[in-house]
């Protein structure tokens, strides 16, 4: 862990007061504080529509608030959104995209340095898309374009990673290459916020979930937060995912034991 990081450490990585973002006649976050801890790991719970990728787009500036602020600690932040759309002719390499990670602390003008290329070496080498970097990007297939969009990600050295349902609809391949980087990056001491609606998950491997359901309902150790009451609030009405099972919560309790 580097000194800076560990300086950092009991402090706060990224903190929301009052957040509220409305798409016009739609509240998609009402008045969430919530203060996220310098390098933990975060499990941001809910359904979908509760509000998960508006949470991560409001911290790195895409969407604005209609009251209240986000603030990151660090300028260091790397988003990975859960969709990304690219056109077939896109000419760019994975290697391109990987090395466009740099480009926010180099500039577009700048030479690599021999940190910037092994940085990018390193970041496809952790993906294991080394032996896919001059394929075309468009010509990827869906977990593949994650492992690269993750493997930019790694390439930016973030000290704050968020990351948009990273694990939904992806190969078996790339699920457990992205859960043994997200081992890696919390031993590092980087702080990790990870959208999901996989309780499983969310219970299992992280120091802190937080369940949102436009508003913030609770926010803890698992141990305090996935639990039959929490959940209930948090999926009011939805289908919740527990590992490979379906629970409807508008009918069913679940508590995590």
Known sequence: MSAELQAKRGGAALVARGLSVEFGAVTALDDVTLEIPATASVALLGPNGAGKSTFLEAAVGLVRPR?????AATRRVAFVPQHLHVEAAFPATVADVVRMGRYGELGW???FGDRDHALVADALDALGIATLARRRFGD????ERQRALLAQAVAQDPELLLLDEPLTGIDAPTRDAIGSLLGRWSEEGR???VATHDL???SRDYDYVACLNRR????????????EEVLARTFEGHVLRVGSLLVDTAH????SG
């Not at 009251?67 to 603030?71: A, K, L, Q, V, Y």
């Not at 309902?217 to 639990?227: E, L, Q, R, Y």
């Open 67 to 71: 009251s209240g602020s986000i603030e």
């Open 109 to 111: 003008l700048r030479r």
């Open 140 to 143: 990827l297939s869906g977990g």
């Open 191 to 193: 702080t990790v916020v």
């Open 200 to 202: 499983e998950t969310a």
């Open 216 to 227: 913030l309902i609770a926010f803890g150790p698992a141990a305090t937060t996935c639990t």
């Open 252 to 255: 069913h309790h679940h508590g």
